[in-house]
């Protein structure tokens, strides 16, 4: 009986303990006027409101129930959800730099530590992100610019297409060898074979690493990075997926190392070992092999992942409305025709298959939560004070999602971007690539990508869906942070 007495006793004083530390928790945040929240628990913080839901889908909640600026608790880390087109634009026009460090993102970080470009802040940041963008802006190293390199990738992928006429397929798997096969051109001047070993290795890491890093015990390690901290091995799937991408990259640019000739650059990895030479004597320099060994990481990952997203999204979303693809098709034969390939200059006299591109990339909307970011100081924003270095999520689901700037936005109309007269109509709503100077790198890369192969498949071929329009589904496979299309099967006949 005394040990029954006893044991209650304990459990009544931990849940007085933990119920004390979460008044204290919210009487220090009231003293901070931090954006509004949940009540968060001890050591916990608001984790339980992720038991069967994904950290999207909890986000959406928040910001319904507490409004475009609000507090969330990873375990015992703050993080702030913004949301709405306004809210956004202050964040990124008004608060000038305030916003653009990047945020806790525990298991990239595990591994890549602060390299790069996505992971790094400061000077690091500015130093590297000058650099590419400059570099992926003026390609034209070696014999073939990049857009002919797309052009060229197109056409092998429609030649890949030509042996499965009429035969039902699954496309994924074809969409990320170009893709990846246009990353690995304008890197490493290299492109594989369909089929190759080495490629097909390279896409399983990388889809493998991707479906991790969402999955749920994913989720976990990045609401509770202490596990990572003090089991580095909590998720040996993961690190050794990524220690044979970084093997497979630094032999590449060994191999460039070798062959470097500082008068003719081939590609990117030229480009950066020649800038890092010239820096050789800075000892403020940011130019190091790790820093290019994590860029070149990020544009296998992030860009093979988002551009066959799309890729598949699209042609999924082109049985389910074969008046769409009957429109694209007339525009592709009107603007192109049938004897000579697409050129990027043709989408400014294309505003229907472009305006089709862009609401595909608004519909699909797979990365809803973008990247998280930080602030660089205390700042006081509508009211509410954000501490330094408090992670910050911008919800674009929020903005891309809103009834009050897309009509029906739960429905694909490529209306949302045509204006009266059938001319393409720009939108500041469109941010599927995040916004401010923490947007997506290889937007610009991903446009053309899409546009051209979207138009050089269309141009050959046909859809013939495996089921009837009406029952084909649009809705997404939803992982940790980001939205998956559903798999499916098509066959094609030719033009």
């Known amino acids: ?9 304990l459990l009544v004083l931990c849940i007085t303990c933990l119920l004390f530390s979460a008044w204290r928790w919210n009487l220090k945040s009231q003293n901070l006027h931090l954006p509004p929240g949940p009540l968060p628990v001890p050591f916990l913080g608001n984790s339980l409101h992720l038991m069967g839901k994904t950290l999207v889908q909890v986000f959406i909640e928040l910001s319904k129930t507490y409004g475009p600026v609000c507090t969330f608790y990873m375990g015992s880390r703050r993080v702030v959800v913004l949301s709405g087109l306004e809210t956004l634009k202050e964040a990124t026009l008004n608060e000038g730099d305030v916003f653009n460090n990047r945020g806790s993102f525990p298991m990239l970080q595990l591994v890549m530590k602060d390299y790069g470009i996505t992971l790094s802040n ?14 992926l ?57 369909y089929g190759d070993r080495r490629l097909l290795t390279l896409l399983k890491i990388v889809n493998e690493n991707y479906r991790l890093h969402n999955s749920k015990w994913g989720q976990v390690l990045n609401t509770f990075p202490q596990i990572l901290k003090y089991c580095p091995r909590a998720y040996p799937a993961f690190s050794r997926n990524f220690k044979q991408l970084k093997a497979f990259v630094l032999e590449q640019i060994h191999m460039h190392q070798e062959t470097l000739d500082h008068s003719c650059p081939r590609d990117f990895v030229d480009c950066y070992l020649i800038k890092k030479d010239q820096e050789a004597a800075n000892p403020q320099t940011e130019f190091c092999l790790d820093n290019l060994v994590a860029i070149t990481i990020a544009l296998y990952f992030a860009g093979t992942e988002s551009v066959s997203s799309i890729l598949r999204y699209g042609f999924l979303i082109f049985q389910k409305y074969p008046e769409i693809l009957e429109k694209i098709h007339a525009e592709i034969d009107m603007v192109i025709g049938r004897d000579r390939s697409p050129r990027l200059e043709d989408r400014n006299r294309m505003p229907y298959t472009d305006a089709v591109i862009h609401e595909t990339l608004r519909f699909a909307d797979i990365f809803p939560t973008g990247i998280p970011h930080s ?33 029906n936005p739960e429905t694909f109309r490529p209306e949302h971007f045509l204006d009266e007269k059938g001319s393409f109509k720009k939108s500041e709503a469109f941010i599927p690539f995040s916004t401010g100077k923490r947007s997506c790198l290889g937007e610009g890369l991903a446009r053309m990508e899409l546009f051209l192969f979207f138009t050089t498949i269309l141009q050959n071929f046909t859809l013939k869906p495996t089921r009837d329009p009406k029952d084909i589904n649009l809705v997404p496979e939803i992982s940790g942070t980001g939205y998956i299309p559903p798999r499916y099967q098509f066959s094609i006949l030719p033009r």
């Not at 009986?1 to 006793?9: G, K, P, Q, S």
């Not at 074809?174 to 246009?182: G, K, M, P, R, T």
């Not at 700042?379 to 700037?405: A, C, E, M, W």
């Open 122 to 135: 400061g000077e690091r940041w500015k130093q590297m992100r000058r650099f590419s963008i400059t570099t």
């Open 137 to 193: 802006r003026n390609y034209g190293m070696g014999k073939k610019s990049i857009e002919e390199q797309m052009q060229e990738e197109a056409q092998h992928l429609t030649e890949e297409f030509r042996k499965m006429i009429e035969v039902p397929f699954d496309p994924s798997l074809f969409f990320s060898q170009a893709i990846a096969n246009v990353t690995s051109s304008m890197v490493f001047g290299i492109r594989f074979d």
């Open 375 to 407: 602030v660089t100081k205390d700042v006081s924003f509508r009211g509410y004070t954000i501490p330094k270095g408090t992670t910050v999520y911008f919800l674009l689901t929020s903005v891309l999602n809103d009834t009050n700037l897309f009509e």
């Open 1 to 9: 009986m005394e040990l029954r007495e006893a044991a209650i006793l």
